[in-house]
């Protein structure tokens, strides 16, 4: 669901919020100087690059059917409980 609406542009971001009327700046919030855009949190911004890097290394793999980063851990958390065990 996630990389359905990055790709159809319905991803609220910044410069989303800002085209739609909806915020004052549509610039990325982590210093990056540029509009937050989807093409930008996925493919320059260099604190989403960080964060990418940091979950690989955790070896932590992008389920393409999560909604959302916390869909995400939340599954990776229920498969480390059941591993556990
Ligand atoms: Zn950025």
Redesign the pocket.
Known sequence: MLIWRAMNDMLPTNDWLYQHRLCLDAA?????N?A?SAI??FG?????TRIRAEIERMNIHFNPNSNNLQDLLLDKMTISMRSAK
């Open positions: 990325c919030p982590w210093g990056c540029q937050e930008h949190v320059n911004c260099t604190f989403m």
